[in-house]
């Protein structure tokens, strides 16, 4: 702990994510736009089912919020 935050978040994950990452996510922590990355690696295989589960996550926050 260092009594202070961070100057800058960098969030590695897959790209299909960085919506829900960088709208919801960071949103609710209140942290600047400006002050926050996402970097997306591209997922490999069969990505379709987590796909559909990102965009089943997507739907339903847009139905809370």
Known sequence: YTGRWPARVTVVGYEMKRQRFTELH???LR???GRF????IAAEGDTETAKQGECTCARSSELRG
């Open 26 to 28: 960071r949103a609710a």
């Open 31 to 33: 942290w600047p736009v």
């Open 37 to 40: 990355e996402y970097v997306g």
